[in-house]
């Protein structure tokens, strides 16, 4: 028997890798246990009953919108993936789309089963509820186990603090996981290990065994020098800071003072540990005093530290689905991409004189606009076809707006939304409900007037 005719065993069912590189892990998981193929031709589309799709950016939508040709007639496309719990640009084209976990809904649906919680029919819109399954019990690649999944945090603009109920997973299967594991490194999965209640017992374990676990994610609040020093020297930390200053990280309900902040940053650098710090621009209340704030901060380590690596990642804000910031009037602010790429010019070359500051260039105003259009409007072939693949840095949401307006009305999504507004994602009901988040988004809102007096 071929491997060809193996994989085609069950009838024509395939997932379709919409992007370069490899597959998901989990795409890849769900491949070998549940034989299914993974093609990324559009021909093979063709020949496919059924065609699972992963989708991990909402910008994944403008990826499927040109595969849209080759759906043939009678066959059935289903879509799941983080960025598919919002499902508004890609339900046009999807028979179904899954919203949830579905380790275990995944061979259900394979063997026929539709009638799921998180089971989106997209003909009918029905109500759907995200579907929180248990922390998955098994790696699902060499060395990958989940240890939590949510978070426990409430950050107003983060989607894994709103939709689902903090879940961690259990000690006793990831120890005994660790246990039994003969390799070198894991990646122990979560938003932010140095929350997981047990991750102490966890370095301890890894530590006798001689175990790196290069999942990075932390909090910066509860760092403690032991998490540091288990990290891998050659692995760039993450700290999610998000807001340049003190005052925004507190409107954003990220509340890491500054003497916090500093005070992980150093102690990272001075263990060796190359360090990575991921902020947000474009936020509710942000103003020019707060990147002001980011440029002290690291004239502050260039004065504390003759050595080392520190790169900044910047990402441009989105206003996302299920969060309380679906309200707010999303912008990017040209003047700051100006001042972010200015830095990346003054700090080339930094690592000669000591710390090597590194500014990563973020999303240019079009990457930025496809990905906010894509929660609010179907993102069809027509307006796919209307936005380019890429662009210069330089052009203005307005023009943006314009380019795509006689394919589809987006004017909106650019504007601040009453509390009744009804989002296109509103029959989808995840932990938190509507009310709830308005009233966090007030409280925000609240936050950045008393800062402004
Ligand atoms: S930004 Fe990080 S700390 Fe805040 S809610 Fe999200 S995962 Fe948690």
Not at 132 to 159: H, I, P, Q, W
Not at 232 to 245: C, N, Q
Not at 344 to 362: A, D, N, Q, W, Y
């Amino acid at each position: 028997m071929t491997r060809q005719f193996e994989l085609f065993a069950r009838p024509a069912v395939c997932f379709y890798h919409l992007n370069s590189g490899k597959p998901p892990r989990v795409v890849e998981y769900f491949s070998k246990t549940q034989n299914v193929p993974i093609v990324s031709d559009p021909v093979d589309l063709e020949g496919m009953k059924t065609v699972f799709f992963s989708i991990h950016s909402t910008r994944d939508a403008f990826k499927v919108a040109k595969l849209a040709k080759h759906k043939r007639q009678g066959s059935v496309w289903i879509a799941g993936g983080n960025a598919a719990t919002n499902p508004t640009a890609i339900k046009w084209i999807m028979d179904y789309v899954f919203i949830g976990d579905a380790f275990v809904a995944f061979e259900k649906i394979l063997n026929g089963t539709f009638d799921l919680r998180g089971m989106l029919n997209c003909s009918e819109n029905n109500i759907v509820c995200f579907n929180d399954e248990d922390n998955f019990k098994k790696a699902y690649s060499l060395g990958f186990y989940e240890l939590s999944k949510g978070c426990k945090r409430k950050c107003f603009f983060c989607v894994n603090a709103w939709r689902r109920e903090y879940k961690e997973n259990n000690f006793e299967s990831v120890k005994k996981y660790l246990d039994s594991f003969d390799g070198r490194v894991v990646n122990l999965r979560s938003n932010s290990s140095d929350d997981v209640s047990f991750y102490p017992e966890l370095i301890q374990i890894m530590k006798t065994k001689g175990i790196i676990d290069l999942n990075i994610s932390t909090s910066i609040q509860t760092l403690t020098d032991e998490h540091i020093q288990s990290k891998s020297a050659g692995v760039k930390m993450p700290l999610g800071v998000e807001g340049f200053s003190e005052r925004l990280r507190k409107i954003l309900n990220k509340p890491i003072k500054n003497d916090a902040l500093l005070d992980a940053v150093d102690r990272c650098l001075f263990y060796g540990k190359k360090i990575r710090t991921v902020y947000q621009f474009n936020l509710p209340g942000e103003t020019e005093n707060d990147f002001d704030a980011l440029l002290q901060d690291i004239e502050y380590m260039r004065q504390r530290h003759k050595k080392g690596s520190y790169s900044i990642a910047f990402i441009p804000h989105n206003a996302n689905a299920f969060t309380p910031m679906q309200w707010e009037k999303p912008y990017y602010n040209l003047n700051t991409l100006d001042r972010i790429l200015e830095l990346g010019e003054r700090m080339k070359g930094s690592g000669k004189t000591g710390l090597s500051v590194h500014p990563i260039i973020p999303l240019s105003p079009l990457g930025w606009f496809k990905m906010q259009i894509s929660e609010f409007v179907p993102i069809t072939p027509q307006v796919a076809k209307a936005l380019p693949d890429s662009a210069p840095k330089k052009e203005t949401v307005e023009y943006y707006i314009d380019r795509v307006s006689a394919a589809v009305d987006v004017g909106y999504v650019f504007e601040e939304k009453d509390e009744n507004f009804d989002f296109p994602w509103d029959n989808v009901k995840v932990a938190t409900d509507k009310k709830e988040l308005y009233r966090h988004y007030q409280k925000m809102k609240k936050r950045i007037e008393r800062s402004n007096t």
